[in-house]
């Protein structure tokens, strides 16, 4: 008998050794298909995190935007960190955050809702909410800014009638050191306000002032550390401060705006609509008349998307006026090249959206400000909608998504001089405007800023016309140096508390 044949027998005849050499040959094979099976849904690498911890203590938690793109340097462009218990992938760069938003954009297209913004919007409007009441809120709210002339003659003529008021209130305080931060945010509030509503606000109107402290207060607040432990584990830091501070400001500003519905309600002429709460009462009341069974226009839904509009359409294009003003402090000789340019096109005469065109420096500016401010430095978090292979690596459905902004707009590949405010990142040899592939301050795909063209509009307008009346300095015994650009922690980074002079130019 072969020396095969005697072992084959010995196998046989021996009923232990057949069934340990079975159970070998099981687990052999057990390791062999898992080892396998992840290699083929090999998920994307990152720092190893301890248990219940995650990476926590690897993190700056009031700025985890700078610690996340370090860590893309060492793990790469998509990389896995858990805050806490809770995985999260990580994009990094320009290239890799644009094939997901837009190439895979059904794939990353979900909102992860952290239990913060559940808290204080269940579920509705359009920041925080996915499915088809998403869907339809966002599509409705795009429907009616445009048709009250977002991007168009009407926006611009309502822009530069808040510029005259915003200009006044800078007048009073006759060139001495004042804080920018509430005119301005009352400025652009009044434009969201003014489509909303219908109607602009006083900028001494108590209840028009509070409500614009208490989004600014909640922004600044939902960024902070103790806010980030509470996303992380809800269960077990629920009693911190900030998150009442929120749910009390929530609270009360809902009352508010429902006293507004109400006046509203009882003056609606459904033959005109004087804003997009007209328009949604108007479709609320269609859709109950033909009986329509599960309507997402209804009463929640309205409030949290009337009040998604008013907290991002005033923080995010007030603060990012309030880092060109202290930019302009910081950089005169760029201010003097925007005003001799503006000075030779413009002249005396009101400023046009139009102007644009004929002025590239000015608008190279506005550009650079917006990309060096980085004022949504991990956009807000997305969730996989399905499961998928991204740049070969399985990414399971329901994965939290940070896509990170700032390793786009700071993206070395990109740009010329990432930290470096140089508005010549959009300009060609010639000095004419250049548009940049890896300009993002909006985000991009499927859940890109839905204001984007009204953003940009009052962006141009309210900065000329304040750069066309105004020289902006630091106050009396501040040098241009001393001037911080250290950015303040929130969830939208704005500048550090500061005073300006605006230093009447006529």
Same mark, same amino acid.
């Given at each position: 008998m072969s020396v095969l044949g005697d072992f084959i027998f010995f196998l046989f005849s021996n009923p232990t050794t057949w069934l340990g050499v079975v159970v070998l040959l099981l687990v052999l094979y057990l390791v062999s298909s898992s080892v396998t099976s992840q290699e083929m849904r090999k998920g994307p690498p990152g720092p190893r995190p301890l248990p219940l911890l995650g990476n926590l203590l690897q993190l700056d938690l009031s700025r985890p935007y700078k610690t996340l793109f370090q860590l893309s340097k060492k793990h790469g462009s998509v990389f896995t960190v858990y805050l806490g218990p809770k995985k999260v992938v990580v994009l990094a760069g320009y290239k890799t955050?644009?094939?997901?938003?837009?190439?895979?954009?059904?794939?990353? #297209?979900?909102?992860?809702?952290?239990?913060?913004?559940?808290?204080?919007?269940?579920?509705? #409007?359009? $920041?925080?909410?996915?499915?088809?009441?998403?869907?339809?809120? =966002?599509?409705?709210?795009l429907t009616t800014l445009r048709d009250f002339g977002m991007g168009k003659r009407m926006a611009e003529h309502k822009i530069l009638e808040e510029c005259h008021h915003l200009i006044q209130m800078f007048e009073k305080h006759k060139g001495k050191p004042f804080n920018t931060a509430?005119?301005?945010?009352?400025?652009?509030?009044?434009?969201?306000?003014?489509?909303?509503? #219908?109607?602009?606000?006083?900028?001494?109107?108590?209840?028009?002032?509070?409500?614009?402290?208490?989004?600014?207060?909640?922004?600044?607040?939902?960024?902070?550390?103790?806010?980030?432990?509470?996303?992380?584990?809800?269960? $077990?830091?629920?009693?911190?401060?900030? =998150?009442?501070?929120?749910?009390?400001?929530?609270?009360?500003?809902?009352?508010?705006?429902?006293?507004?519905?109400?006046? $509203?309600?009882?003056?609606?002429n459904p033959h005109i609509c004087r804003g997009l709460v007209d328009c949604f009462l108007i479709r609320k009341q269609k859709e109950e008349d033909s009986s329509v069974t599960n309507t997402h226009y209804h009463e929640k839904n309205m409030l949290y998307t009337v009040t998604n509009l008013?907290?991002? #359409?005033?923080?995010?294009?007030?603060?990012? $006026?309030?880092?060109?003003?202290?930019?302009?402090?910081?950089?005169?000789?760029?201010?003097d090249q925007v005003q001799e340019e503006m000075d030779r096109v413009v002249g005396s005469r009101v400023v046009q959206v139009d102007d644009h065109k004929n002025l590239p420096y000015t608008n190279a500016v506005i550009h650079e400000t917006q990309r060096l401010a980085n004022i949504v430095p991990m956009s807000l978090p997305h969730k996989t909608s399905r499961d998928v292979t991204f740049q070969g690596y399985f990414i399971k459905a329901g994965t939290t998504v940070f896509p990170l902004l700032t390793s786009v707009l700071y993206d070395e590949s990109e740009w010329e001089a990432p930290h470096t405010f140089n508005p010549s990142h959009f300009l060609d040899e010639e000095g004419k405007f250049t548009r940049r592939d890896a300009f993002m301050p909006f985000s991009a795909g499927r859940r890109a800023c839905l204001g984007e063209s009204l953003a940009k509009m009052e962006l141009f307008l309210f900065f000329t016309s304040l750069l066309q009346r105004f020289r902006f300095t630091p106050p009396p015994g501040v040098t241009e140096d001393e001037l911080d650009l250290t950015p303040a922690v929130g969830l939208t980074l704005g500048p550090s508390p500061h005073e300006l002079c605006a230093v009447s130019r006529q």
């Amino acid at each position: 008998m072969s020396v095969l044949g005697d072992f084959i027998f010995f196998l046989f005849s021996n009923p232990t050794t057949w069934l340990g050499v079975v159970v070998l040959l099981l687990v052999l094979y057990l390791v062999s298909s898992s080892v396998t099976s992840q290699e083929m849904r090999k998920g994307p690498p990152g720092p190893r995190p301890l248990p219940l911890l995650g990476n926590l203590l690897q993190l700056d938690l009031s700025r985890p935007y700078k610690t996340l793109f370090q860590l893309s340097k060492k793990h790469g462009s998509v990389f896995t960190v858990y805050l806490g218990p809770k995985k999260v992938v990580v994009l990094a760069g320009y290239k890799t955050v644009k094939e997901a938003l837009v190439s895979y954009a059904e794939e990353f #297209g979900d909102r992860e809702i952290p239990p913060i913004f559940y808290d204080t919007s269940f579920g509705h #409007g359009i $920041l925080f909410a996915n499915g088809e009441s998403w869907k339809e809120m =966002r599509r409705f709210a795009l429907t009616t800014l445009r048709d009250f002339g977002m991007g168009k003659r009407m926006a611009e003529h309502k822009i530069l009638e808040e510029c005259h008021h915003l200009i006044q209130m800078f007048e009073k305080h006759k060139g001495k050191p004042f804080n920018t931060a509430c005119p301005v945010n009352y400025a652009t509030s009044n434009i969201i306000c003014n489509i909303v509503y #219908g109607s602009r606000f006083e900028y001494d109107d108590p209840r028009f002032t509070n409500m614009v402290m208490r989004a600014n207060e909640n922004i600044r607040v939902v960024g902070s550390a103790p806010l980030q432990l509470y996303n992380m584990f809800p269960r $077990l830091v629920s009693w911190v401060k900030g =998150r009442h501070l929120i749910l009390n400001n929530v609270e009360t500003t809902n009352r508010e705006v429902k006293d507004l519905f109400k006046s $509203l309600k009882e003056t609606l002429n459904p033959h005109i609509c004087r804003g997009l709460v007209d328009c949604f009462l108007i479709r609320k009341q269609k859709e109950e008349d033909s009986s329509v069974t599960n309507t997402h226009y209804h009463e929640k839904n309205m409030l949290y998307t009337v009040t998604n509009l008013f907290a991002a #359409g005033t923080d995010t294009t007030a603060t990012t $006026l309030r880092w060109a003003l202290l930019l302009m402090a910081k950089y005169p000789h760029i201010q003097d090249q925007v005003q001799e340019e503006m000075d030779r096109v413009v002249g005396s005469r009101v400023v046009q959206v139009d102007d644009h065109k004929n002025l590239p420096y000015t608008n190279a500016v506005i550009h650079e400000t917006q990309r060096l401010a980085n004022i949504v430095p991990m956009s807000l978090p997305h969730k996989t909608s399905r499961d998928v292979t991204f740049q070969g690596y399985f990414i399971k459905a329901g994965t939290t998504v940070f896509p990170l902004l700032t390793s786009v707009l700071y993206d070395e590949s990109e740009w010329e001089a990432p930290h470096t405010f140089n508005p010549s990142h959009f300009l060609d040899e010639e000095g004419k405007f250049t548009r940049r592939d890896a300009f993002m301050p909006f985000s991009a795909g499927r859940r890109a800023c839905l204001g984007e063209s009204l953003a940009k509009m009052e962006l141009f307008l309210f900065f000329t016309s304040l750069l066309q009346r105004f020289r902006f300095t630091p106050p009396p015994g501040v040098t241009e140096d001393e001037l911080d650009l250290t950015p303040a922690v929130g969830l939208t980074l704005g500048p550090s508390p500061h005073e300006l002079c605006a230093v009447s130019r006529q």
